[in-house]
């Protein structure tokens, strides 16, 4: 079975930093994009950032300076460093992984079960 994990979620004060990271276990061949996604309570998922296998980026511009998206190909794990946290980024954040290819050339899109994140003091 092909899943993602996050992990790094909690509980941070506005102007830190977390750093959340998504692992991708089971039977892979390759991972196309992989992206980060957010939902506030009462509001629609949104995305924050994304990259390709290659390594290019694109981010939400609440985001843009603020957040680093970067992956482990070897490793299969997507990672999100967030720095000056605002309460506004308080949401859950999901692993996205729409264009995952297995070895019996399978195509799968997968999400991630969410981590919160709280940014208050």
């Known amino acids: 079975q092909v899943q993602l994990v996050e992990s790094g979620g909690g509980l941070v004060q506005p102007g830190g930093s977390l750093r959340l990271s998504c692992a991708a276990s089971g039977s892979i061949f390759s991972i196309n994009t992989m992206a980060w996604y957010r939902q506030a309570p009462g509001k629609q998922r949104e995305l924050v950032a994304a990259i390709t296998r290659g390594g290019s980026t694109n981010y939400a511009d609440s985001v843009k300076g603020r957040f680093t998206v970067s992956r482990d190909n070897a490793k299969n794990t997507l990672y999100l460093q967030m720095n000056s946290l605002k309460p506004e980024d308080t949401a859950v954040y999901f692993c996205?992984?729409?264009?995952?290819?297995?070895?019996?050339?399978?195509?799968?899109?997968?999400w991630g079960q969410g981590t919160l994140v709280t940014v208050s003091s």
């Open positions: 996205n992984a729409p264009d995952v290819i297995t070895p019996s050339s399978r195509y799968l899109s997968l």
